[in-house]
């Protein structure tokens, strides 16, 4: 009897460790938003992020004891990929070498190059480079991509719980899907002259490709730092050049600069959201930030 009681509750604690066992660390908050959209309703996976969200793009980052001790204790990380993690750059194999690293832009389609100076050359010479943008998670479409990427590379760790996994990036992926048709559809309205635009951040690329606008110049390439004094008059003389019809500059950012670039370029800003500000978890959130950007585009292109 007392053999089977032992047994019963050896089976019991294995149990309980193998449930316990997926714990999901994400960088950033899209990682964060898109992870917990994929394992939504499969036992055991505990999804947390890992740099608070206010920090939005963590391209100067630079690690904590506390980012250590959670990057230990996870069996996954998610992360945003294409550069925009370097602060892990040889960590993780320290760390936690045991760890199913996630590259989220793994196989994504639709990876665009920024062109220009840039701040972080990786052949450590300034002047013209081509570098992937990071932000897959800004654009309808990429994001989808995303969602898929992270959702097939949960499946190959977990096999168990894979259709799940597949079954909800593919319920979450034809919505942002779907929010993508609708960009196209506005952008078939928008005339050449309208197309011509200029952004704070590479950020809004991705978003600035859906709407088929082409964006001819960036304040900056982060938004790590405040441009300076020549930088803001070089971009004021270059939007006045290039006939810009838009700056589309991100919100949640001080936009001191932006409206007096605006005022003194004669040439109109557009501030749109990247994250979603209420519930921030909440994946529908997430496709609300597109379409209230969408109806934002909408209205200045009516006007
Ligand atoms: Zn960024």
Redesign the pocket.
């Known amino acids: 009897m007392k053999k089977i009681l032992l047994t019963a509750l050896l089976l019991l604690s294995a149990l309980f460790l193998f449930a316990a066992e997926m714990r999901i660390l994400c960088t950033t908050l899209p990682m964060t938003i898109f992870t917990g959209a994929v394992t939504r309703g499969v036992p055991n996976v505990q999804v947390s992020q890992m740099l608070a969200s206010a920090i ?2 963590p ?1 100067d980052y630079a690690l904590t004891p506390q980012d250590m001790r959670k990057l230990a204790q996870a069996n996954v990380i998610v992360v945003n990929g294409l550069g ?1 993690e370097r602060f892990l750059d040889g960590v993780i194999a320290r760390v936690n070498p045991k760890a199913v690293l996630i590259d989220s832009s793994r196989g994504v389609k639709g990876v665009l190059e920024t062109c220009g100076e840039h701040d972080h050359d990786p052949h450590g010479h300034a002047g013209h480079v081509h570098l992937k943008n ?2 897959l998670f800004a654009g309808p479409a990429t994001a989808a991509g995303v969602v898929e990427s992270i959702a097939g590379q949960l499946a190959a760790k977990d096999p168990a719980n894979a259709s799940r996994y597949r079954a909800n990036a593919r319920e979450y992926a034809d919505k942002l899907r779907a929010i993508a048709r609708d960009y196209a559809a506005l952008a078939a309205t928008i005339p050449p002259s309208g197309r011509r635009i200029a952004v704070q ?3 809004f690329d991705y978003l600035a490709a859906a709407t088929g606008l082409q964006v001819l110049n960036y304040l900056q390439a ?2 790590g730092t405040e441009p300076s004094a020549p930088q803001i008059r070089k971009f004021i003389r270059e939007l006045k050049e290039q006939k810009a019809a838009l700056i589309l500059a991100e919100k949640n950012y001080p936009d001191r600069i932006t409206r007096l670039i605006s005022k003194e370029s004669g040439v109109p800003v557009l501030t749109l959201a990247v994250y979603p500000e209420n519930d921030a978890l909440n994946p529908e959130g997430y496709l609300n930030v597109f379409k209230n950007n969408l109806k934002a585009l909408k209205a200045f292109y009516k006007k």
């Open positions: 939005g793009c391209h925009m990071e932000h951040h590479g950020i982060h938004t």
